[in-house]
């Protein structure tokens, strides 16, 4: 690991007016200090920001405000999360270990890094790590990798659990700079790799991650998350499904989905919504909904097998969801 400076601070602007051109934000620092020894990523200034007060989740008029340096696994338990978004719940818990579920913050998860192989290795070539150099998975072990928004650039997936419910349950993203504030929709906010995959989300330089606010709805009945992986703990999503779903009379009123190891962002599936909502909670409209969900995906090679896995995930992500 690089030596590097490490500077504390108590409140967003003290944050802000250490910023330089190399450095960095830590929260919890499960993923970014891995890059580091890893050699991936070496900022050469640190801003600890863990005093800042961004730690409360609050009920406002509208829904539910989380703080940016909320820990995992306090998220996962909490009363208001539990009662209204029980599928954030399910995804939270569906990801990482408890120990790091311990550490890591709901900023930090947003910001998390690819864990594609070829990433991590230095010794590899990738247009995330080093623009222009290629990417070695689309020619490579890629049993991992994305089926859909992928370019000639990268492949790569986002591999977060906690950024797939917030994707289905509409969140907004709340960002904060020496500048002022702006607000993204949590779709907005990862980004597909195009030509400069290099860049994972619409962040500008200098700028914090304050606040996640998910708006009310009524899901919280009938939402269920479905984490396929090779093992039961500690593994990234082979296709991950965040279904969520509102019922009257056997007739779907409103419907969220969202995948997860499909892409390099959180995949929201718009039009298989669209196709679902007023139909009937049936599992031939659940198996037509997949099977629309998944016109534009694109194997690699060693990921093909996910053509066959997510539409089938996605039909019994659903059914389990109905189910409740």
């Known amino acids: 690991m690089n030596p590097f400076n490490y500077k504390r601070a108590a409140s967003p602007g003290a944050a802000f007016a250490l910023v330089e051109n190399n450095s960095a934000f830590l929260a919890g620092g499960t993923n970014l200090i891995d890059l580091m020894k890893r050699g991936v990523t070496m900022p050469e200034k640190l801003i ?17 405000r989380i703080g940016a340096l909320v820990k995992n696994s306090d998220l996962s338990e909490h009363p208001l999360i539990l009662k209204h978004f029980p599928l954030l719940s399910l995804a939270l818990k569906a990801g990482a270990s408890p120990q790091l579920r311990n550490m890591a913050t709901v900023g930090g998860n947003m910001m998390q890094r690819t864990r594609c192989g070829y990433f991590y290795d230095t010794s590899m070539p990738c247009n995330k790590r080093k623009p222009g150099s290629g990417c070695g998975a689309t020619g490579g072990y890629n049993r991992m990798h994305a089926i859909f928004g992928t370019s000639d650039k990268c492949i790569a997936v986002h591999p977060s659990d906690m950024c797939i419910a917030m994707a289905a349950l509409g969140a907004k993203v709340t960002l904060a700079s020496a500048k002022g504030e702006r607000k993204i929709e949590f779709t907005d906010f990862h980004k597909l790799p195009g030509n400069d995959p290099e860049l994972d989300n619409q962040l500008k330089k200098g700028e914090l991650i304050t606040a996640v606010d998910i708006p009310f709805n009524q899901l919280a009945a009938k939402s269920h998350y479905l984490k396929i992986r090779d093992r039961a703990s500690y593994a990234f999503a082979l296709v991950s499904v965040g279904a969520a779903l509102s019922v009257q009379n056997n007739n779907i009123t409103d419907v969220r989905l969202a995948m997860g190891g499909v892409a390099h962002k959180p995949w929201r599936l718009w ?44 039909a019994e992500a659903l059914a389990l969801a109905a189910s409740k």
């Open 48 to 64: 600890d920001i863990n005093d800042i007060p961004l730690d409360k989740v609050e009920l406002t008029a509208t829904g539910v």
């Open 271 to 314: 039009e298989a919504e669209s196709f679902l909502k007023g139909k009937t909670a049936t599992a031939a409209n659940f198996e037509a909904a997949a099977t629309l969900a998944m016109k534009e995906a694109k194997g690699f090679g060693f990921n093909d097998f996910k053509l066959k896995l997510a539409p089938n995930a996605i």
